[in-house]
């Protein structure tokens, strides 16, 4: 499914972007912010006709923060999965699990406004139920590249298209004055803050307003129509974050404190994103990463990948879909576990907060040692609802 999504979107994906004056590509990034938050669950209880009440609950949050200027980004993240399964039977107990990560970091660039050399400095925690201790690392590198957030320009032309559609425009703008109501629509965070979150979308839209009659292609003020319009495309529905670009870098870290109860590990870290919006419904990212440890008696190193496609169906329904392959050789024990997980989901915004989402999963764990009983792939269907925090 994941491979057919990402053929039919790159058939279409390059007429698409060429044909359309305005890309996203054209978005010149100001100094910006953007925050995405959610948390996702599902639960499923039984009881009746069976020796006890049974229950599958799952529950996974996810935390992005990025603050870019001409000179550096700064990025926050944070990811905790949990899951608690009691059976139907008296003798079943209940299985709760966790993993979570915090990470925060920052890319240098040695020239402002440059897409070239960084240097950086991260840090991160990690969490899992059975660990003797979380796993505390931080590292130092250099690195080039750079990856631009691009949903202020999806939102402007998302907007534009409305208000044509609403007659309150009566001409196409220039790639420049895109980038004027883009670089508006990026600032929603100043304005919040500024204003208030009761009163800010007043200015921020009458700001917006100003810029669009400022280019001489309105008509008139955008009246009720065109304010509620635009209230309706900037802040009642929800897009998906857009980047566009590409960075990799490898730097030295010290793994203070690991799981197994160790401390003060050396580890050479090697790490790679692309982002491309294949057009303005389609988004493609990859991100991937590997660490070795730099020590005789432990040379135990990890790898990891995650790609996804995004598309956008409609303005309250999008397909998202996912590949994720983890790595981890554990030299002490001389175990090697793969795990991959392939998903799809069809996540149906009831309100810019709140969606249904149905997700198909495939997921394997290979451990060369354990017998985890994981020879097949295991299939699921479920449904659940995740609620959009910020």
């Known amino acids: 499914m994941l491979a057919f999504a990402v053929t039919s979107a790159l058939l279409g994906a390059t007429a698409t972007v060429m044909a359309e004056d305005v890309t996203l590509f054209d ?142 425009l009566t001409g196409s703008l220039t790639k420049a ?54 209230r309706d495309v900037l802040v009642n529905e929800r897009i998906s974050t857009r980047k566009h670009g590409w960075l990799a870098k490898v730097g030295v870290s010290e793994v203070l404190k690991d799981y197994d109860g160790s401390d003060t590990k050396p580890a050479l870290d090697i790490g790679a994103e692309y982002h491309r919006p294949l057009n303005n419904q389609t988004q493609f990212s990859n991100e991937a990463a590997a660490s070795a440890i730099l020590q005789d008696s432990d040379k135990s190193y990890t790898a990891k990948n995650a790609m996804s496609l995004t598309h956008e169906l409609t303005d309250r329904v999008d397909w998202l879909n996912s590949w994720a392959m983890n790595y981890d050789h554990n030299d002490v024990t001389d175990a090697d576990t793969t795990t991959n997980a392939v998903s799809s989901t069809y996540r149906y915004y009831i309100s810019n907060k709140l969606a249904f989402d149905t997700v198909a999963t495939l997921s394997k764990v290979d451990d060369d040692i354990a017998d985890n009983g994981n020879d097949e792939i295991d299939n699921s269907l479920f449904m659940g609802v995740t609620y959009r925090l910020k």
Do not use: C
């Open 177 to 230: 004055e895109y980038n004027q109501v883009a670089n508006i629509i990026a600032k929603e965070s100043e304005y919040r803050t500024k204003y208030g979150s009761a009163d800010y979308q007043q200015n921020w839209m009458a700001d917006i307003e100003k810029v669009l009659q400022a280019t001489g292609k309105t008509a008139g003020e955008l009246g009720a129509i065109g304010i509620l319009r635009a």
């Open 27 to 168: 978005y010149e990034q100001p100094t910006s912010a953007y925050e995405d938050a959610y948390v996702s669950g599902r639960l499923n209880i039984n009881s009746g006709n069976q020796d006890q009440t049974s229950h599958d609950l799952n529950l996974d949050m996810n935390y992005e923060r990025v603050f870019s200027s001409p000179d550096r980004d700064v990025k926050f993240n944070g990811d905790l999965q949990g899951s608690s399964k009691r059976g139907p039977n008296a003798d079943d107990a209940t299985q709760d699990n966790y993993i979570g990560t915090a990470s925060a970091g920052m890319n240098k660039y040695f020239k402002p406004n440059s897409k070239g050399a960084f240097w950086y400095g991260d840090g991160e925690i990690g969490i899992k139920k059975g660990a003797d201790d979380p796993r505390v690392k931080a590292g130092v590198g250099v690195g080039y590249g750079r990856v631009v957030n691009v949903t202020p320009m999806a939102q402007a032309i998302r907007l534009v298209e409305a208000l044509t559609e609403k007659q309150r």
